[in-house]
Nanobody
C-alpha cells in the first residue's frame, strides 16, 4: 500500500499564491509519477498537472502559465506552485501517485485538501 500525505491547502485572495506538497510512502512500490487533480463544486474531478520520474510534465489548459509542478529531493515528493490564483481555482485538490510493483501498476489517491480563492 501507498500512503499519501499532503499539506499546503488553505484560503488565498485572488491573484495570490499557494504551494501544495505531497509525499508518498510505502514498501514494495516504486513511484513512477505523481500529480495533482481537483474537483470544484458541481464539477467532475479533473487533471491539474502531472510529472513523471523523468521530468515530463502535463498541465490542464486552465492552469498553464500559472501553476508549476515539480519534484522534491525525495523521489516520492511532488509540489504544486500555484500563482495568479483565480476564484475558479477553488476546489478540493487531490494528490495522486502511480506506483509500480511486482503485481503491476496502480494509481493511489490521497485525501483531498481544500483550496479556496476568495476576496
Amino acid at each position: 500500500q501507498v500512503q499519501l500525505v499532503k499539506s499546503g491547502g488553505g484560503l488565498v485572495q485572488p491573484g495570490g499564491s499557494l504551494r501544495l506538497s505531497c509525499a508518498a510512502s510505502g514498501s514494495g512500490v516504486s513511484i513512477n509519477g505523481m500529480g495533482w487533480y481537483r474537483q470544484a463544486p458541481g464539477k467532475q474531478r479533473e487533471l491539474v498537472a502531472t510529472i513523471t520520474n523523468g521530468g515530463s510534465t502535463n498541465y490542464a489548459d486552465s492552469v498553464k502559465g500559472r501553476f508549476t509542478i515539480s519534484r522534491g529531493n525525495a523521489k516520492n515528493t511532488v509540489y504544486l506552485q500555484m500563482n495568479s490564483l483565480k476564484p475558479e481555482d477553488t476546489a478540493v485538490y487531490y494528490c495522486n501517485a502511480y506506483g509500480l510493483s511486482l503485481q503491476g501498476g496502480r494509481n493511489y489517491w490521497g485525501e483531498g485538501t481544500l483550496v479556496t480563492v476568495s476576496s
